[in-house]
């Protein structure tokens, strides 16, 4: 894993070109790096052509293909698979409130994450004829985990093994972050810059944080969003985070951000 810099080729008539501002790290980026070509959507040629990563980003389209400038626009802003959060911390039943929350139970659940006690929740929080979508890709592949067949058989419950979303759930999602009725900003714990990148990948093999957000123009390391206050002590740029983050109940957010892409050292 390495960080280049090369030419584009020229664009083709049915391509967009985009500006990516920011691009979140996923886990299935450390999973790629692990396993190599022994991952099922690792190229065996990698070696000879490899590719490259981030797959959560936002940004603006900078130019369009001759034949979707009818669907496209320059300046038009993008965002891919957007993701929600319920900080479940502290609670002495999640499975619970989530049944609470949903009035029985939800129609389907993701699992996120390639954890066996999620995936059992997943079935506790299920309604009758619901679908549990194991999402997330182990790493290892011997990965053992317990479900109530009971449920399967009388409750209808059905499950199902997946990767990537819906275009039709992605702009719900966005509709809902539009309307402010999901803070997004309770998803990130630490913030990046490019060059950071490789480095945040590898040490994925001991989680910590929640999501972590890349602002690819930016020359920062790996910083935790607890940390800014501590780090604002010898840092004007991390000093004027921690206020506006502070102001915002401690989450990361637009005004943040902003901040940071207008003040930030550009990479």
Known sequence: MRLEEFELPALGKDEVLIKVVTDSLCASTYKAVKQGTAHKRVPNDIAEKPIIIGHE?????????????????????????????????????????????????????????????????????????GCVNFFAGPAVHNMQGSINLYRIHYDGIHVVGTAGSIPEDTVDT?????????????????????????????????????????????????VAIDDLEELGKDNEL??????????????????????????????
């Not at 999901?182 to 910590?208: C, F, Q």
């Open 57 to 129: 980003l936002c940004g603006e389209i900078v130019e369009v293909g001759e034949a979707i400038k009818d669907k496209w626009n320059v300046g038009q802003r993008i965002v891919i698979q957007p993701a929600l959060k319920l900080e479940s911390g502290g609670m002495d039943n999640a499975a619970e409130v989530l049944r609470e929350m949903s009035d029985g139970g939800f129609d389907d659940v993701f699992v996120m994450v390639p954890v066996p006690a999620l995936f059992t929740m997943a079935e506790e929080i299920c309604r009758e004829d």
């Open 174 to 222: 966005i509709h809902l972050i539009e309307e402010g009725k999901v803070n997004t900003g309770a998803l990130v714990s630490h913030i990046l810059g490019l060059g950071a990148v490789a480095d945040t990948i590898l040490a994925m093999e001991k989680p910590g944080g929640a999501k972590k957000v890349c602002y690819t123009g930016i020359d920062i390391p790996l």
């Open 238 to 267: 991390y000093r004027e985070l921690a206020k506006i983050v502070k102001a915002n109940g401690g989450l990361w957010c637009t005004e943040a951000e902003q901040y940071l892409l207008e003040n930030g050292p550009k990479a």
